[in-house]
C-alpha cells in the first residue's frame, strides 16, 4: 500500500468547497512535515499548503490564503485541506507529501518531500 492516499477531489463549480483527505499508512507520520502541491495542466508542480509536525506552523501559497487551511491529526495519521471559495485556477491534481524526518520548518520545495501519494483531482467550472 503507497505511504500516502488522497482523496475528495471533485468537480465544483466556482465558489464552492472541497475537503481533501491524505491517508498514512505503513509508519507514523507525526514527525514529519506535511504539504499539499498540485499540478495544473500545463504547469509545474507547485506548493500549496504546508503544516508542521505539532501543527503550530502552517504556510501557504500566496494564491490560496485566506481561502484554504491545512490541518493534521496525528492520532488518526492523517492530513487536510480545505478549500473554500474555489476558483477556475484552482484546477489541478492535488498530492500529499511527508518530509519522511522530524523539523520545525515548512519548506515549500517538492525535493524536500521524501514520501507522495498518487494524486486526486479536482476541478473547478466557472
Known amino acids: 500500500q503507497a505511504p500516502l492516499v488522497e482523496s475528495g477531489g471533485a468537480l465544483v463549480q466556482a465558489g464552492g468547497s472541497l475537503r481533501l483527505s491524505c491517508a498514512a499508512s505503513?509508519?507514523?507520520?507525526?514527525?514529519?512535515?506535511m504539504a499539499w502541491f498540485r499540478r495544473a495542466p500545463g504547469k509545474e508542480r507547485e506548493f500549496v499548503a504546508g503544516i508542521a509536525w505539532n501543527g503550530g506552523t502552517t504556510v501557504y501559497a500566496d494564491s490560496v490564503k485566506g481561502r484554504f487551511t491545512i490541518s493534521r491529526d496525528n492520532a488518526k495519521n492523517m492530513a487536510y485541506l480545505e478549500m473554500n471559495m474555489l476558483k477556475p485556477e484552482d484546477t489541478a491534481i492535488y498530492y500529499c507529501?511527508?518530509?519522511?524526518?522530524?523539523?520545525?520548518?515548512?519548506?515549500?520545495?517538492?525535493?524536500?518531500?521524501?514520501?507522495w501519494g498518487q494524486g486526486t483531482e479536482v476541478t473547478v467550472s466557472s
Open positions: 507529501a511527508a518530509t519522511g524526518a522530524w523539523s520545525t520548518i515548512v519548506q515549500k520545495t517538492p525535493r524536500e518531500y521524501v514520501y
Open positions: 505503513g509508519r507514523s507520520f507525526s514527525s514529519d512535515t
